[in-house]
C-alpha cells in the first residue's frame, strides 16, 4: 500500500514537472514571438520615416495610427503586449543626427524589445502636448518623445514632416490621437505655430496608414 502510495506521488511530482516545463518553454515562445513581431512593426515605422524624409519633397507629412498591442496573432484586438514607442534622437556617425524608433513594454517603458534607426543631416525637433484633445500647453525639444496607445489621454498616432529651407531641411515629430475629439491635423496646426508663427507648416498629409 504504501509503495503504491508513493508511485501515486512521484507520478503527480512527474506530470507536475513536465507540466512546468511546458509551460516554460510556451511562455519562453510567446515572448520571442512578440519580440521578432514587435521588431518587424518597428521597422516598418523607420523605413517609412527614412522613406519620406529622402523624398524630394520640399515638405511632406504622413501620420501614423499605431495598433492598441502588439500581438502574436492576426488583428488589432487589443489584447496582446501592451506597449509604449519611443521616437528620439541621438548622435549618429561622422556628426549626423539618429533618429531611434522603440518598443518597450508599458510595464517597464526603460527596457526596449525591439528597435531601428538610421542615420540623417536633418535636424530633428519633437513636441509633447499638455492635452492631446485641444493642444494644451505645447513644448518642443531635441530629445525624443513618447508614445502611449494606453493612456487614459492616449497618444496611439503621430505625424512626420520633412520640411526644406534654403537647402536645410528639419523634421517634425508630432505626437496626436483620433480618440476623444482629437485630430492630428488640428494638432500639426498647432505645431506649425508653435515652431513656424502664424504661416505654419506649409503641408499637408501626404499619405495616412491606419495601425501600420
Given at each position: 500500500?504504501?509503495?503504491?502510495?508513493?508511485?501515486?506521488?512521484?507520478?503527480?511530482?512527474?506530470?507536475?514537472?513536465?507540466?512546468?516545463?511546458?509551460?516554460?518553454?510556451?511562455?519562453?515562445?510567446?515572448?520571442?514571438?512578440?519580440?521578432?513581431?514587435?521588431?518587424?512593426?518597428?521597422?516598418?515605422?523607420?523605413?517609412?520615416?527614412?522613406?519620406?524624409?529622402?523624398?524630394?519633397?520640399?515638405?511632406?507629412?504622413?501620420?501614423?495610427?499605431?495598433?492598441?498591442?502588439?500581438?502574436?496573432?492576426?488583428?488589432?484586438?487589443?489584447?496582446?503586449?501592451?506597449?509604449?514607442?519611443?521616437?528620439?534622437?541621438?548622435?549618429?556617425?561622422?556628426?549626423?543626427?539618429?533618429?531611434?524608433f522603440a518598443i518597450a513594454p508599458r510595464k517597464t517603458p526603460d527596457q526596449y524589445i525591439a528597435a531601428a534607426s538610421f542615420d540623417t543631416d536633418a535636424e530633428l525637433r519633437?513636441?509633447?502636448?499638455?492635452?492631446?484633445?485641444?493642444?494644451?500647453?505645447?513644448?518642443?525639444?531635441?530629445?525624443?518623445?513618447?508614445?502611449?496607445?494606453?493612456?487614459?489621454?492616449?497618444?496611439?498616432?503621430?505625424?512626420?514632416?520633412?520640411?526644406?529651407?534654403?537647402?536645410?531641411?528639419?523634421?517634425y515629430v508630432i505626437p496626436c490621437s483620433n480618440r476623444q475629439g482629437s485630430s492630428c491635423e488640428d494638432l500639426m496646426s498647432i505645431a506649425g505655430e508653435e515652431a513656424k508663427?502664424?504661416?505654419?507648416?506649409?503641408?499637408?498629409?501626404?499619405?495616412?496608414?491606419?495601425?501600420?
Amino acid at each position: 500500500m504504501l509503495g503504491f502510495t508513493l508511485s501515486k506521488i512521484n507520478l503527480l511530482i512527474f506530470v507536475v514537472a513536465v507540466f512546468s516545463i511546458v509551460l516554460f518553454f510556451i511562455y519562453g515562445f510567446s515572448g520571442i514571438l512578440i519580440e521578432n513581431i514587435a521588431t518587424d512593426y518597428i521597422r516598418i515605422h523607420a523605413q517609412d520615416a527614412f522613406t519620406l524624409i529622402g523624398s524630394p519633397s520640399l515638405c511632406a507629412a504622413q501620420v501614423h495610427y499605431l495598433k492598441d498591442s502588439i500581438e502574436s496573432g492576426s488583428g488589432n484586438t487589443g489584447k496582446g503586449l501592451y506597449y509604449v514607442m519611443e521616437i528620439k534622437k541621438a548622435t549618429g556617425k561622422e556628426g549626423l543626427n539618429k533618429l531611434i524608433f522603440a518598443i518597450a513594454p508599458r510595464k517597464t517603458p526603460d527596457q526596449y524589445i525591439a528597435a531601428a534607426s538610421f542615420d540623417t543631416d536633418a535636424e530633428l525637433r519633437f513636441f509633447d502636448f499638455e492635452e492631446l484633445t485641444s493642444g494644451g500647453s505645447i513644448s518642443v525639444n531635441e530629445t525624443g518623445t513618447i508614445l502611449d496607445p494606453q493612456a487614459a489621454q492616449p497618444s496611439n498616432a503621430y505625424v512626420i514632416l520633412k520640411e526644406v529651407n534654403l537647402g536645410e531641411t528639419t523634421v517634425y515629430v508630432i505626437p496626436c490621437s483620433n480618440r476623444q475629439g482629437s485630430s492630428c491635423e488640428d494638432l500639426m496646426s498647432i505645431a506649425g505655430e508653435e515652431a513656424k508663427g502664424e504661416e505654419g507648416f506649409n503641408c499637408t498629409f501626404v499619405s495616412a496608414t491606419e495601425e501600420d
